[in-house]
C-alpha cells in the first residue's frame, strides 16, 4: 500500500499547525485512488502517565481547564493524567518523568509501558506514549504547573474504586485517563505482583 503525496501546504500556523496535504492512496482493490485533499492537525507526539500506588490501591488525578471542552455544558475542567508534549531530543519516557515534577510534585518511581496510539488518525498526526507510573501518594496534593505556560493544576488522590466509578459516571471524560484506567483494570493483577513485596 503506498501514498503519493502530489502537494503540501500550511494552511494556518498559530500554537499548532494545520497543514493541507493533495495525495493519492492505494486502494485495497487496487489501482490508485484520484487526487483527494486533506487537512491534517500538527499536534506533535505527546506522552501520559497514570499515577499509581500499588501499596494504598491509590491513582493521581489532575483537574484542570481545556479549550476542547469550552462548550460542554458539563464544565470546562476536565479531570486528566499527567501528560505533556514529546519536545525535541526528548523520549517518552523522559517526557513524563519531567511533567511529573512538573503538574504533580512529585517523582515516578518506576514507568511500565501500556500503548503507543493515534488519538485521532483522521485528522491529527498526535501519537500518544501512555505509561503507568508507581508514586507514593501519601501527602500528596496542592496545585501545581508552569506559570509561563499558564497552568493551573489541582492535584486530586482517588482510590482505583472511586477512579473507576468516576470513569463509569462520566465524571472522567477524557480519552488518556480512561484508556489507563481500563488498562490497569485489566492489568492489576501484573502491575501489584511486581511492584509490592
Known sequence: MNVEIVNTKIAYQGFFKIEKYRLRHSLFGGGMSADIEREMFRRGDSAGV???????DNVVLLEQFRIGAVEDPRGSWLFEIVA?????GETPQEVVRREVREEAGCAVEELMPISTY???????????????GKVDTRGLEGV????D?????KLHVASFEEAMSMVESGVIRAAMPILALQWLALNKDKVLSLWTD
Open 50 to 56: 497514570l499515577l499509581y500506588d500499588p501499596e494504598l
Open 144 to 147: 501545581f504547573g508552569v506559570a
Open 84 to 88: 505533556g508534549m514529546v519536545e525535541p
Open 118 to 132: 493515534y488519538a485521532s488518525p483522521g485528522g491529527s498526526d498526535e501519537r500518544i506514549s501512555l505509561f503507568c
Open 149 to 153: 505556560e499558564s497552568e493551573d493544576i
